[in-house]
């Protein structure tokens, strides 16, 4: 079985952004850029399928610009077999229709049985790219998944849903988006970095896939949301409760 | 300028957080329709057509649309969005599985967690897990969009009931098979709809400790919720997770028990009407955030509260 992981470099997550001067977007210079944390729980899985004796390939695709190399890199260490970079210019960034769009198109060259990504990035926080992706491919979706049960023509995805779990049957090919808690990744190894310096990546660009690339919506502006009021210190459980039931009133 | 909203239901009523995406339609103006699928599910149209304001609802009761998926779900909103300018859901795990795959299909480019409505193409989003805000504008003939419960107020009134129409048309991809759900069952109320949430942080140093914070809570008759770093600890299961990766809540009252007030915490619980932060570090983030806060060890104060507090 062939595995599809798609990846993406972001900020790191324990950066603080803050927006541009000119608030016209988020200020990325000589910020630390690291594997989305959910994309690298995708990887993770692929690996652990792989050493049950599941999955046979991995290949990582990562649409961003050429540093995105680094990010494949990361999953190429991580076990990964060979990585697909879908080349976009550093000043732009594609919103997830066009990166849908052009995983449909990997999808089709690859025909990998099954497609991991994660839920989504910690930059745009958009949870949209694995759904869009999956409609435009006409497969059966398994989003924020918390469990996986893989044979060779189905997948069981056991879902972190509002007020529970739900589990889906899905027929393969099929695309699933990590959550959290699917599993732990691990740390690449040094002899695991070193050796994924010799795995093949490949080039290309959305043009190349026959991709519309152009932008749906624009950025007016990107600001720090309003500040809550600092409020006052208590000394006790009783002034506490006054305050609540005579000046808050919520008791 | 016609709005569709997708309701969420539990076959009888229309979901709270649905009422709240209802209440985001009304900004954007036009009339507003719902749509209800699912099976045997012409109760909650029923209830749907006596919501105050929609014109009105489309019934798609098919099998296929039994437990939502959004496989068989996307392409039936598809196939009727172009009467529509807007489609909407709230941003909850089913609003969040559906959309983007509808918006796909039709080619337009889903706005996710909308907090704002600027105007007809222009709106507020968190991003960066909420320690930013963008206005985007969308140049989509047809928006789609998910937007935030808590960030749009219902009130919900009844009035006489308007017409519901029948879709017949029936989809499904046939690749997607529901297996079961695994509700978690609470007798209190879900953190989404609670007015008092009680949440515990690292502080409460383990699973049974959060024993305390549920007296609390049930002297309210609230939630309890939890953050990411207890839920990581262990302390308490993910669906009571507050925060950018949990739940977004806005309670009347939200009392945080040794909880530091990392950013990702603080973005699903800073609507909060009033909040409470106790801990007994001084310096703890929280404070920044909180109406009252009470330094002190949650150990004895908590039980104090317990005692003296009369609702």
New interface residues.
């Given amino acids: 079985m062939k595995v599809l992981v798609s990846v993406k470099r972001v ?1 790191d997550y324990n950066v ?4 541009k001067a000119d608030n016209s977007g ?1 200020n990325l210079n000589n910020l630390k850029m690291s594997l989305n944390p959910f994309c690298e729980i995708a990887v993770e899985e692929a690996v652990r399928l792989k050493e049950k004796g599941i999955v046979e390939e991995i290949v990582v695709v990562s649409i961003g610009p050429q540093e995105a190399q680094e990010q494949i890199r990361a999953a190429l260490a991580i076990g990964a077999d060979r990585g697909i970079l879908v080349k976009v210019e550093s000043d732009t960034e594609l ?3 066009a990166v ?1 769009k052009c995983l449909k198109e990997v999808f089709h060259r690859e025909q990998p049985n099954l497609v991991l990504m994660g839920k989504q990035s ?8 694995g ?6 491919a ?7 998944a ?1 469990e996986l049960s893989v044979n060779p023509t189905h997948v ?1 995805v056991t ?13 393969l090919p ?1 695309v699933i988006t990590s959550d ?2 699917l599993n732990e990744p691990r740390y690449a190894s040094l002899p695991n970095i070193m050796q994924a310096k010799k795995k093949p990546i490949d080039e290309t660009t959305p043009k190349e896939l026959n991709v519309d690339s152009s932008p ?10 309003p500040e ?1 009021q ?9 002034e ?2 006054e ?2 039931k005579n000046e ?1 009133k ?2 | 300028m016609n709005v569709l909203v997708i309701a969420e239901h539990d076959n009888n009523e229309i979901k709270g957080s649905t009422i709240h995406a209802i209440a985001a339609a009304y900004q954007l103006g036009g009339s507003v329709d719902l749509l209800v699928a699912g099976l045997n599910c012409s109760t909650a149209a029923t209830n749907g057509a006596k919501i105050e304001g929609i014109a009105k609802v489309l019934l798609a009761d098919s099998q296929p649309y039994e437990n939502q998926l959004a496989e068989n779900i996307a392409p039936l909103i598809q196939q009727i969005s172009n009467k529509y300018s807007y489609i909407l859901m709230a941003a909850t795990t089913t609003g969040k599985n559906i959309i983007p795959r509808a918006a796909a299909l039709a080619d337009a480019q889903p706005i996710s967690d909308v907090i704002s409505i600027v105007n007809k193409d222009t709106f507020k989003r968190p991003i960066y897990a909420g320690n930013v805000i963008a206005t985007i504008q969308s140049n989509d003939k047809i928006k789609f969009m998910t937007v935030r419960a808590t960030a749009f107020e219902s009130v919900l009134k009844e009035s006489s009931p308007t017409a519901i129409e029948v879709i017949e048309k029936s989809f499904d991809l046939g690749k997607s098979e529901f297996i079961k759900n695994d509700t978690v069952f609470s007798e209190r109320p879900e953190l989404t709809s609670a007015r008092v949430i009680i949440s515990g942080g690292r502080g409460m140093l383990n699973e049974k400790n959060f024993k305390l914070l549920e007296n609390l809570a049930d002297k309210f008759g609230g939630a309890v919720g939890a953050s990411r770093a207890a839920v990581d600890s262990g302390f308490a299961p993910n669906d009571m997770q507050v925060g950018q990766t949990g739940k977004i809540v806005a309670p009347d009252l939200y009392i945080a028990v040794g909880i530091s007030g990392a950013i990702q915490h603080l973005a699903g619980m800073k609507e909060s009407k009033i909040i409470v932060a106790i801990n007994k570090d001084p310096e703890a983030p929280i404070f920044k955030a909180a109406d009252y806060g009470l330094v002190a060890d949650l150990f004895d104060v908590i039980p104090e509260l317990v005692e003296k507090l009369v609702v």
């Fill in positions: 900020v603080k952004v803050s927006p988020v919103q997830p229709l849908a910690i930059d745009g926080d958009n949870n949209q790219t759904q869009m992706f999956a409609a435009l006409n497969l059966p979706q398994g989003t924020f918390s069981t879902r972190e849903v509002d007020g529970g779990f739900q589990t889906l049957q899905l027929t099929a959290l808690r749906r919506f624009s950025i007016v502006s990107v600001d720090f949301p809550r600092e409020g006052v210190k208590v000394s006790s459980v009783d506490l409760l305050k609540l808050a919520v008791i």
